[in-house]
């Protein structure tokens, strides 16, 4: 890891007050938790003669949610899974006032289990479910077992997250723009910036400075006042141990 690089990005801390960091699953990799399209990612093969992105569609949850929940434990549930050193590091950031907002592609949690508070999830999360009959909410621990999760009013179980073919909580996208708007400095990480309309968001940035962080080159990597491809764990591990310094 380039130590020049590394000092720049402390400066950029140090001078900003209003941090904004845009993630997707690479954030969450180091935890145990693959990512979607990588050779061993959630969608890296079909499951069961159909691809993930039908399964995981909201017409085949309304339509063979058997399967659909076959497919959703298995690949997309980690409950066992920790917070690593970005989500700790970025919760410590908001503690200390730099930090401001998490927007995160992520349905985990995680950011929340190292204690950040103001995370936008434009994709929901696996620890809300609903029901679809009389809108009871459940989380993950509480969810009714079984091969259909169903609520005792007998409705379905729907985890909230959102399925291909589902519009994204027009709130949470109104409030994760307007974090990126005013924000002075936009940390991107773990993220290709490769779906839409998610990805779209960080051209409402009009701050000082950009970062990138990301195994793989980014659309983003031109306009960045610095970049790393290095695992995003590592990089902030590195920051947290600089300052401590």
């Given at each position: ?70 497919f ?18 970025l919760?410590k ?54 091969a259909?999760p ?5 409705g ?10 589902e ?10 723009v307007?974090?990126?708007?005013n924000?002075?400095?936009?940390v ?31 659309v ?13 764990g ?12």
């Open positions: 890891m380039d130590g020049n690089k590394l000092k720049k990005f402390a400066e950029i801390i140090s001078e900003s007050d209003n941090i904004v960091f845009f993630g997707g699953a690479g954030v969450s990799t180091e935890s145990g938790i693959p990512d979607f399209r990588s050779p061993n990612g959630i969608f890296s093969d079909d499951y069961d003669d159909l691809s993930p992105e039908e399964i995981v569609s909201h017409e085949y949850f309304l339509t063979h949610t058997e399967r659909f929940y076959k959703y434990r298995e690949r997309m549930i980690f409950p066992d899974a920790k917070p690593n050193a970005a989500h700790i590091y919760a950031l908001e503690r200390a006032g730099k930090l401001r907002a998490v927007v995160t592609q992520n349905i985990d949690g995680l950011h929340q289990a190292a204690g950040s508070k103001a995370v936008f999830e434009l994709h929901g999360s696996v620890h809300r479910n609903y029901c679809m009959r009389c809108g009871k909410f459940f989380n993950l621990e509480s969810l009714p077992r079984g259909v169903r609520c005792e009013c007998g379905v179980i729907k985890p909230d997250v959102v399925l291909y073919g519009p994204l909580d027009e709130t949470v996208v109104a409030n994760a307007k974090a990126i708007y924000a002075d400095a936009l991107i990480g773990g993220t290709s910036l490769a779906v839409y309309p998610a990805a779209g968001f960080i051209n409402y940035f009009h701050g000082r400075n950009i970062v990138v962080v990301n195994k793989s080159a980014t983003a990597d031109v306009n960045a006042d610095l970049t790393f491809n290095d695992p995003i590592e990089v902030f591990a590195a920051l947290d141990n600089l300052f401590c310094k």
